[in-house]
């Protein structure tokens, strides 16, 4: 069963992924984490990318597109994979469908994870994660705060916060969101492949009703 994450910016699409990526072992295709990854490697591609995520702004659909169709790619597609933050909007959607259609391959079920923009911003202003296996850790959360202040507890690296997790550049990506992204609900609902999910709840409460809503057993 392949998966896409459409859900505003810190509602949990990479916690909720890791997760189902250790239980389950879904592939998970973060689009975030592929342009960081291209940022890292320090290309003219990704110092470009570098600054307008900084600024909490779309990268451009056609070199969205093509890193996405890269990834797939790259995966054994016989094991189910989860795109967390792509498509993020109408033409990204209509260029997936040509990207599986290539690969000749479907999208199971879209999982829409509802929150509010105030419990988004103290989600933001709150995340570090380990830059190494990307594990994401909460400050202001008790329950997801690591165990050595700053040091990641599985490869006790260093925590990092993102370039993006400020005030500004949230309020930019939630304005995106709102404008760019919401429509992909309808879209999606229209094909029957739409199950809505509280994101509000703890991360148990909103795991277990993703699991629930995919009919996969949650023990
Ligand atoms: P991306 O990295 O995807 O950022 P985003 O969509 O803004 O989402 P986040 O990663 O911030 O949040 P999340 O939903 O993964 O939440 P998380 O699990 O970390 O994209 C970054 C940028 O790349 C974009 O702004 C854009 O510039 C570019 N980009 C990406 N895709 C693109 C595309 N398709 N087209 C064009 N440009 C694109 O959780 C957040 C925090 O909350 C964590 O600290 C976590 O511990 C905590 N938390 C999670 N669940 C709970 C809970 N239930 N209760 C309390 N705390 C919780
Ligand atoms: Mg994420």
Redesign the pocket.
């Known amino acids: 069963m392949n998966i896409i994450f459409v859900?505003p910016?810190?509602?949990?699409?990479?916690?909720?992924s890791s997760l189902l990526k250790s239980k389950y072992g879904f592939t998970h295709i973060?689009?975030?984490?592929v342009?960081?990854e291209e940022v890292n490697k320090k290309t003219p591609l990704g110092e470009e990318v570098n600054e307008?995520?900084e600024r909490?702004?779309?990268?451009n659909?056609d070199i969205?597109c093509k890193l996405i169709e890269s990834k797939l790619n790259s995966i054994d597609l016989n094991i189910p994979f989860m795109l967390?933050?792509?498509?993020?909007?109408l033409n990204?959607a209509k260029c997936l469908e040509e990207i599986l259609e290539r690969l000749k391959i479907n999208v199971d079920k879209v999982i829409f994870?509802n929150i509010s923009k105030e419990t988004g911003l103290k989600?933001?202003l709150?995340?570090?994660?380990c830059p190494v296996c990307k594990r994401?850790?909460?400050l202001e959360?008790p329950n997801?705060t690591p165990k050595n202040a700053n040091l990641c507890d599985d490869c006790n690296v260093e925590l990092t916060s993102?370039v993006?997790?400020k005030e500004e550049a949230y309020i930019t990506?939630y304005d995106i969101y709102m404008s760019e992204t919401l429509p992909l609900i309808d879209y999606y609902k229209e094909k029957g492949k739409l199950v809505e999910i509280d994101?509000?709840?703890?991360?148990e409460e909103?795991f277990e009703n993703i699991v629930k809503s995919l009919g996969v057993k949650n023990d």
């Open positions: 859900a910016p810190a509602a949990g699409k990479g916690t909720y973060s689009a975030g984490d342009l960081r307008i995520m909490g702004e779309m990268i659909d969205m967390d933050g792509f498509p993020r909007k990204q994870i989600r933001i709150g995340r570090i994660s994401i850790y909460n959360n997801l993102r993006d997790d990506r994101g509000s709840g703890t991360v909103v």
